[in-house]
């Protein structure tokens, strides 16, 4: 899919046939999963080189930062998400040179619809150009991590409260299954949001090298509104890098105190069974002993003699058990 933008604030689409020159008011070229032929329909009316979808996320990391002088060729990973509602990371290109801006990528992208959905004021004719459709696009892919960002931290704080509330009435000591359950639940989650932290950190340091780049090479180059929207990027970088960092750590926090609970869990059933088998001890010896088939046992003809062992083996339980339960236990 390829699409046109003219250089007004609406950015409504325009349309070029195939083999005909690009319209002078078109600033903006996005292909979407692009085909071979209007692969080269594009690199015709721009004289631009472009990477085919099979190449786009194999480029090393030599070639994703690229400045000629004439035209700037860059790279990155960005956040999206797919048919499941997971979020994924895609890689997208940047071909910007004086007159256009190219943007290939293979997925749709939320961040870019919400920029095309950014209309101008009513009566604002102003023109716009390629660079400030570029840094449009950049503040709005930054935008959307920001959102998935404090939704990742929305989650882990939810995840946190259900780690340390603590086992409900039907998750207890006696009813082990379900909160073992729960708890590899809460795993399952914690190792969803330890992805999707690994993607945010991917996507913040492609978006962070590509805006170091700009500034470094094209600095001189850029109007100076845009170099001052590229500085406040610069700060919302370095702000995302801070509080990611931060939910990396949670994650592994809430990872260790799951790992923790569950270590408890299983002292707590390994102990259940070995007070089991300590209280379970003296009655076996009892019962063992008076299963001798020996004549001379003095207790073999007493008229309660059946009675008198049963209560010998109900004290060896109860005994054990109090002093067990008074020494905290279980």
Not at 37 to 47: D, F, G, I, S, Y
Not at 75 to 99: H, I, K, N, S, Y
Not at 260 to 276: E, V
Request: aromatic fraction near 10%; hydrophobic fraction near 40%; charged fraction near 25%.
């Amino acid at each position: 899919m390829l699409k046109f933008y003219d250089n007004v604030g609406s950015r409504d689409e325009v349309t070029c046939s195939p083999g005909s020159a690009l319209p002078t008011n078109v600033v903006w070229l996005d292909l979407v999963d692009a085909t071979p032929e209007e692969l080269r329909h594009v690199e015709q009316v721009t004289a631009v080189s472009l990477p085919s979808d099979e190449t786009l996320t194999d480029l090393q990391t030599t070639g994703r930062l690229r400045f000629d002088g004439a035209t700037l060729q860059v790279f990155t990973p960005v956040l999206f998400r797919d048919g499941a509602d997971q979020l994924r990371v895609t890689t997208v290109g940047f071909f910007l040179t004086r007159a256009v801006l190219i943007t290939i990528r293979t997925e749709e992208l939320r961040s870019f619809s919400d920029y095309i959905s950014r209309k101008s004021y009513p009566g604002d004719t102003r023109a716009i150009s390629g660079t400030e459709v570029f840094v449009g696009l950049l503040e709005a892919i930054i935008d959307r991590m920001a959102d998935a960002v404090e939704k990742l931290g929305t989650d882990l704080d939810k995840i946190s409260r259900q780690i340390f509330a603590g086992p409900s009435d039907e998750e207890g000591a006696f009813k082990p299954i379900k909160y073992e359950a729960k708890l590899e639940t809460l795993l399952r989650d914690i190792g969803r949001s330890g992805e999707i932290t690994s993607n945010v950190r991917d996507s913040l340091l492609g978006v962070g090298r590509l805006i170091a780049f700009v500034t470094a090479n094209a600095q001189d180059k850029l109007p100076g509104s845009v170099r001052n929207r590229i500085r406040i990027l610069q700060q919302d970088i370095a702000s995302l890098n801070d509080y990611e960092t931060r939910l990396t750590d949670k994650v592994q926090f809430l990872l260790d105190s799951t790992l923790g609970f569950i270590n408890i869990d299983q002292n707590r059933l390994f102990r259940l069974l070995t007070i089991a088998s300590v209280i379970g001890i003296p009655p076996t010896f009892i019962v063992g002993l008076y299963g001798m088939n020996f004549k001379n046992i003095p207790e073999f003809d007493w008229a309660y003699g059946y009675q008198w062992g049963l209560t010998l083996i109900a004290l060896s339980i109860l005994i054990p058990g109090i002093w067990l339960r008074r020494k905290g236990w279980f």
